[in-house]
């Protein structure tokens, strides 16, 4: 027998989840499309860095491989780039002068696996996808994530290169943690792709926010915040301030939105206007998103100008300025 709370619980989450529903398919720009793409991958990626990262998971698609395979071999990229100061080797470090990595990602079957303030390791991304598939669990922390990926035959290396540990040496002289828009300090890379077969899957990985206190976590590796994949509709990731997108679980939120009727285009736009809306100070930092649907139709919207992604499309790597909401 239901209990009359039961009963009015889900009631309640039923009414909701009608009125949620109606109310996003009256502001759909159009239908999501049904018919999966076919025979010609997509990928799209976060940022400048999202361009050789592209080239990379590319080489695996056009073979036939398979998009989880793709994701996780272009995010590798950054990951081992001492230039680039926001992903992996020479990331920027904490405010103790550690550099501490987060990373997750998801296949077209709706398994995920992530770590989240792993240290000396130099590629987060594959080991979160042995804790996908080697373990019953999601997601996997600090010392517990450094002690599984050194049991699974990953090498511990000194991340923090002399040009990352000058600009921590240079910071602490004030010591203000004042992230500035479209400066790198919180620029993950995040991708998605489609296979020939038509399979989605994404992958997201960073060194978070310079300079952050000790133990902070952001989005990148939490399902649904920095990325979520849903191999019927199609997929989302986010880069810039990730509390802001945590607080509005952004990645799930456009996926959820194309399911109800929204381009990626437009759905991008509404997750970005959420933050505008909900989140007090949004002004100050940057947010952006990308996403594609099971058709092969792709979008992405920031808060302030300065937004870029990469797009590997019909054998062309492209890299674009996003629309963003406050324009230059």
Known sequence: MISRRKFLAGSVVATSGLLLNQKVSAAAEKVAPTTPLKGKPIIISTWRHGLPANEVAAKILVEGGRSLDAVEAGARVPEADPNIMTVGLGGYPDRDGYVTLDACIMDEKGNAGSVTFLQDIVHPVSVARKVMEDTP???????????????????????????????????????????????????????LAIDANGDLSGACTTSGAAFKMHGRVGDSPIIGAGLFCDNEVGGAASTG????????????????????????????????????????????????????????????????????????????????????????
């Open 241 to 328: 301030m990730g509390e802001l997108v945590m607080k509005t679980v952004g990645s799930f939120l456009v996926v959820e939105l194309m399911r109800n009727g929204m381009s990626p285009q437009k759905a991008c736009e509404e997750a970005v206007h959420r933050i505008a809306k909900k989140i007090p100070g949004y002004q100050k930092f940057q947010i952006g998103y990308i996403a594609i649907n099971k058709a092969g139709e792709t979008g992405a919207y920031c808060i302030h100008p300065g937004f870029n992604y990469a797009l590997w499309k019909d054998g062309q790597n492209t890299l674009t300025d996003a629309e963003s909401l406050f324009k230059k």
């Open 137 to 191: 669990h999601v997601m996997l922390s600090g010392e517990g994530a450094l002690q599984f990926a050194l049991e699974k035959g990953f090498k511990k290396q000194n991340l923090l290169t002399d040009k990352a540990k000058e600009a921590w040496e240079e910071w602490k002289k004030k010591s203000k943690y004042e992230p500035v828009i479209n400066i790198e300090n919180h620029d993950t890379i995040s991708m």
